[in-house]
C-alpha cells in the first residue's frame, strides 16, 4: 500500500513512541520526521536507476545558430540511455529516426577532429570552452557526447532542414529525478513494494538524529527490506539482461 507523507511521519511518530499528530507541521518533531523521510527517499532514489523513473522524454532547445549541434538536457534528467533523431532522405518526405549512438568525449575529438575543414559540408562551431569543432552540416546526427554534462554535442546537423537541431525531433529513454512536495497528501514517487523499505528506513535514522539512540529492529528492517529491493527492482519484464554463454534456458 501506498502511503501519503502524512501516513508516514504518524507511523514513525508511532514507533518513536512520541506525540500523534494531524499534520505534517503540527510539532517541530512531525517537521523534522517529515524533512528525514525527504532525506531517505532521495538516499533510495540515488541508489539505484529505478524502472518506474524511465521516461520517454525530448531534450531542451538551444536555439543558437552559433552552436546548431547542440541540445540541452533538462534539469530533472538522471541518467539518458538511448537518443533518437528525426531525418529525412534526400528527395523524401519520408519520416526516418535515426539512433545517436553515444561516444565518449575523447571518441568524439577524435572523431571529429579527423575532418577536412575545407570542406563544403564542414562546418566550426565554437564549444563554450573556445574549442573549434568540425561539424558536418549536411546530415542528420549519428553520434552524441557531453563535455559538461548539461550540453548534448552532436557530430553534425542538417542545415537543409534545419538551422538548429530541435528538441522536438528528438526521442530519448531516460531515468529522471522524482519531485518532492511537503505536504500532508503527497505521495512519494515509489513503487508499492518500496514503501516498507522507506518507512524502515526513515525510522531508523529518525531515531538516531531525534532520539539519539539507535533502532536495532527497525535498522534490521531497512537492511533486510534495501537487499530484497536490489534484486527485485523490475515491475515489468525486460528487467536486468545477463549474459548466457551460450546456455539454454532462462535466468
Known sequence: MKL???????????DLDSDEVNGIDDTVESNQVALTIQNCYFEMISNRNWPHLRKL?????????????????????????????????????????QEVRYKYPDEFLRLIGGRNPDAANIQTVEDFSGTKLLIVNDMAPSYWTSFDDTYIVTDSFNLAVETTLQGSKSQCLAYIHPTWIHDDEFIPDLPVEAFSALLAESTSTASINLKQMANAKSEQKSARQQRWLARKAWRTEGGVRYPDFGRRGRR
Open 4 to 14: 501519503t507523507l502524512l501516513q508516514l511521519v504518524q507511523r514513525v511518530l508511532n
Open 57 to 97: 522524454i525530448r531534450l531542451d532547445n538551444v536555439g543558437d545558430v552559433t552552436r546548431p549541434n547542440y541540445l540541452k538536457a533538462p534539469e530533472n534528467l538522471k541518467e539518458m540511455n538511448f537518443f533518437k533523431y528525426e531525418k529525412y532522405k534526400d528527395g523524401s518526405t519520408r519520416l526516418d529516426q
